[in-house]
C-alpha cells in the first residue's frame, strides 16, 4: 500500500524558513517523479515544485522561484520542501504526490500526472 505523509508545517512569521518534508512507503521511491502542491482556503489547487525520478531535476511555480527548494533522498524515500523568506499569501496545506508515468528525467506541473497523494501539511504564515 503506497502512502505518502508530510510533515513540518506550522506557524511561522513572515520572513522565517520552514522544512517540509514527504515520507514514501510502499512504492520504489527511485521510479516515481514527486512534486509539491499547495490548496490554499477557497483556492484550487497549484503547483508548487517537482523533482524527477532520475538526476533529481527541479522544477519550480514562477511564484516560489529562488525561494524554495525541493530535494529527495533516495536511500530514506524521502523528499524535503525548503522554503524561505515566507509570506502570508504561501499559507495553505501543502501535499506531496508521485508520478510513475512521466519520463524519467522530466517532470510535471499537472495534478492529473499524479498517481499517488498525500494528505497534506498545513502551513500557516502570519504577518
Known amino acids: 500500500q503506497v502512502q505518502l505523509v508530510e510533515s513540518g508545517g506550522g506557524l511561522v512569521e513572515a520572513g522565517d524558513s520552514r522544512r517540509l518534508y514527504c515520507e514514501a512507503s510502499?512504492?520504489?521511491?527511485?521510479?516515481?517523479?514527486m512534486a509539491w502542491f499547495r490548496q490554499a482556503s477557497g483556492k484550487e489547487r497549484e503547483f508548487v515544485a517537482a523533482?524527477?525520478?532520475?538526476?533529481?531535476?527541479?522544477g519550480y511555480a514562477d511564484s516560489v522561484k529562488g525561494r524554495f527548494t525541493a530535494s529527495r533522498d533516495y536511500g530514506k524515500s524521502l523528499m524535503s520542501l525548503q522554503m524561505n523568506s515566507l509570506r502570508p499569501e504561501v499559507t495553505a496545506v501543502y501535499y506531496c504526490?508521485?508520478?510513475?508515468?512521466?519520463?524519467?528525467?522530466?517532470?510535471?506541473?499537472?495534478?492529473?500526472?499524479?498517481?499517488?497523494w498525500g494528505k497534506g501539511t498545513l502551513v500557516t504564515v502570519s504577518s
Open positions: 523533482i524527477s525520478r532520475r538526476m533529481g531535476r527541479t
Open positions: 504526490a508521485a508520478d510513475q508515468r512521466n519520463n524519467a528525467y522530466g517532470w510535471s506541473d499537472k495534478g492529473s500526472d499524479y498517481d499517488y
Open positions: 510502499g512504492l520504489t521511491f527511485s521510479n516515481y517523479g
